[in-house]
């Protein structure tokens, strides 16, 4: 990462801790290293290299350096540390280590990001595939990284609609006696239910890697051979099927922004481009892979201030590369620092390129990330202080990617009841930044345990979400983007269970669990993916947001409950529904019996004798509440 900016001093204090530092400094070598700035409290102020540690390291105590940010840095600090090491690019290298471990006030940080989704086709004699984020292995094959998980979905379905593999889990996948709703919709090719051979869903596999792996033209000739085998040996059906997918096929390469046709052979590649503006800076990542632009990625670091666009960027690519994979070449909106580059080729074991004038598809890719930067730039800065803060907030704490915030859409459920009676489901809406309360609705649980949390998330998960998918599937509805649950592993566990046998996203998924002591602010929050779990911090925007959408499904679970229990017990609701009953004979009773639990516990022949009820109707009423 680059330094900050020479800063002078005058009229330092001629203390003696200060005098041990100035001669500490006047000590150092002229070597390449990484030095490190600690203030009163033996804090970290900033982590810096040098290609020569004394001229580098003496520039901040030379001059006046002013009121600039750094200025007050020099200003605290009251010894330093550093280390010599052999080249400028080891330098960089563990400098960006300290800056990740130490978290230093005064460096550009960027968030130590959670890591990038792949798609993954998982070891079976039937290949699933799936979204998965994680540490990936042997036995698997995965493709990416993706920039943002809507990416990798929409990969998914689109190798759905063309080869149609599998998604669904081997538990489900070995316990199915019939096709599911996505062979209906012909989205997989049934081979739960031997709809298709070992042969040729292997084949189809094979092709959807290809095609992942950039070989487009070739599979494309392959299925077209296929296809004209079929036809020869009059197999019309079968030369048919290939026939849609080469449709397919043919529709989703069309649809594609850009094509690197330059000649060169790579196929992987990153696109990084940064806008600073009114003390923020947004450093956009877009991805190439297979040939294929799989969309971008922004970032917004801490502790920008004076910094320019180049030290912005030169700050992410040392700290974001040093843990994630570099594809071989890096498309730049500036240029950086030689050593940089040679530094990540060092580290990565693979020749790292980068350019920051490209032509023909490489410009066009360059364009596109610059315009995103500038857009997701201004965005960010109308967001500060808005009602999209906290929207914002929960969406980058949860490492989601919607494709418009405002569109952004949570749904919550919440279970009540009293000792297991009158059990009611709540679901209520966050969208558009705000509460939905015209789209809350309210589940009578039936043919459960009383008392069954669990049985009853089942339930209403079920009926809410089972035609909602099917609806979803034909572009007749719209699942959330988010599917918030109260409670921990075990409400998580039970609405995976849901969304595996509805073929939906457990990555949609997410469990709040009470903290220790069940204390406000100390909640984690809960994937059904495998992610490991979230603490957010009782002063984090996003987490204030989950707290008020789970009290908003709590208070209307509990507002139902208790109005159902009310029915349940003092029959009010059913005395409007008995034949004969009107307002005025329903005041009679309510006024004569001191109210509805009255009127339950009279006898018949007590109802007879109120005005307007005869025998017959008292009987009637009396069957009604008993």
């Not at 990936?136 to 593999?165: C, N, T």
């Not at 071989?328 to 790292?352: C, F, Q, T, Y």
């Not at 930044?433 to 949390?453: L, P, V, W």
């Not at 035609?467 to 592993?489: N, S, Y």
Request: hydrophobic residues 40%; neutral net charge; aromatic residues 6%.
């Amino acid at each position: 990462m680059s330094e900050p900016d020479t800063v002078t001093a005058d009229d330092e204090p001629q203390d003696p801790a200060r005098q041990q530092l100035l001669a500490d400094v006047a000590a150092l070598p002229g070597l390449p290293g990484v030095y490190r700035y600690f203030d009163a409290q033996n804090a970290v102020l900033y982590v810096g290299k040098a290609r020569d540690l004394k001229k580098r390291v003496s520039s901040y105590f030379q001059k006046n350096h002013g009121g600039t940010r750094i200025g007050h840095m020099v200003t605290k600090i009251v010894r330093l540390e550093t280390t010599v090491v052999r080249s400028e690019a080891e330098a960089l290298l563990l400098e960006n280590n300290l800056i990740k471990t130490l978290n230093p006030r005064y460096n550009i940080l960027f968030r130590d990001d959670k890591s990038y989704p792949y798609l993954k086709i998982a070891a079976h004699a039937f290949p699933r595939m799936a979204y998965y984020r994680g540490s990936v292995d042997r036995k698997h094959r995965y493709f990416g990284p993706y920039p943002s998980a809507w990416a990798v979905k929409e990969s998914i379905q689109m190798l759905q609609k063309v080869f149609k593999l599998r998604t669904c889990e081997d538990t489900v996948f070995n316990n199915r006696t019939r096709p599911c709703l996505l062979y209906q919709i012909k989205r997989c090719s049934g081979p739960c239910v031997q709809y298709i051979g070992a042969e040729d869903y292997a084949r189809d596999v094979t092709n959807a890697e290809r095609f992942l792996l950039g070989e487009q033209k070739e599979v494309m000739d392959t299925l077209q051979s296929q296809m004209m085998g079929h036809a020869d040996a009059l197999q019309f059906e079968q030369a048919a099927e290939i026939r849609n997918q080469l449709g397919a096929l043919s529709k989703v390469l069309h649809q594609q922004s850009v094509e690197d046709n330059t000649g060169v052979t790579t196929k992987d590649a990153d696109i990084l481009a940064v806008k600073v503006q009114g003390g923020r800076a947004c450093v956009n990542l877009a991805m190439v892979r297979g040939g294929r632009h799989l969309g971008d990625r922004p970032y917004f670091p801490t502790h920008v201030d004076e910094a320019t666009e180049v030290q912005v960027l030169e700050a992410f690519i040392a700290q974001h590369y040093l843990d994630s994979p570099v594809p071989p070449l890096l498309v730049l909106s500036h240029a950086v620092d030689k050593p940089l580059i040679e530094a990540l080729s060092l580290n990565s074991g693979i020749k790292v390129t980068a350019q920051h004038q490209p032509r023909d598809a490489r410009r066009a890719w360059l364009d596109m990330c610059i315009q995103g930067a500038d857009i997701k730039l201004t965005r960010l800065l109308s967001e500060e202080g808005s009602q999209q803060a906290r929207t914002r907030a929960l969406v980058d704490a949860l490492d989601l990617a919607p494709e418009d915030l405002d569109t952004f859409r949570i749904e919550c459920f919440d279970i009540s009841h009293t000792a297991g009676e009158s059990t009611q489901a709540s679901c209520v809406v966050f969208e558009g930044h705000k509460m939905q309360s015209a789209q809350y609705r309210r589940y009578n649980i039936e043919g459960i345990t009383g008392g069954d949390d669990y049985a009853a998330m089942r339930q209403v998960l079920t009926r809410r979400y089972s035609k909602l998918a099917a609806a979803a599937q034909t572009g007749e509805a719209r699942l959330p983007d988010l599917v918030l649950v109260d409670g921990g592993k075990g409400q998580v566990s039970m609405a995976r269970g849901v969304f595996e046998e509805l073929g939906l996203d457990l990555g949609l998924i997410v469990g709040v669990e009470k903290g220790e002591g069940r204390k406000v602010g100390l909640e984690e929050l809960v994937f059904a993916d495998g992610r490991d779990k979230v603490y957010l911090g009782p002063d984090s925007a996003a987490l204030m947001l989950v707290a008020q959408i789970r009290d908003e499904a709590h208070r209307f679970a509990i507002t139902g409950m208790r109005a159902k229990r009310a029915s349940v017990r003092t029959g009010g609701s059913v005395l409007e529904e008995i034949p004969g009953i009107g307002p005025k004979k329903r005041a009679k009773l309510l006024q004569r019996f001191g109210g509805a639990r009255g009127v339950g516990h009279a006898s018949v022949e007590d109802l007879a004798s109120v005005d307007g009820i005869s025998k017959e109707l008292a009987e009637e009423i009396y069957r009604a509440l008993h």
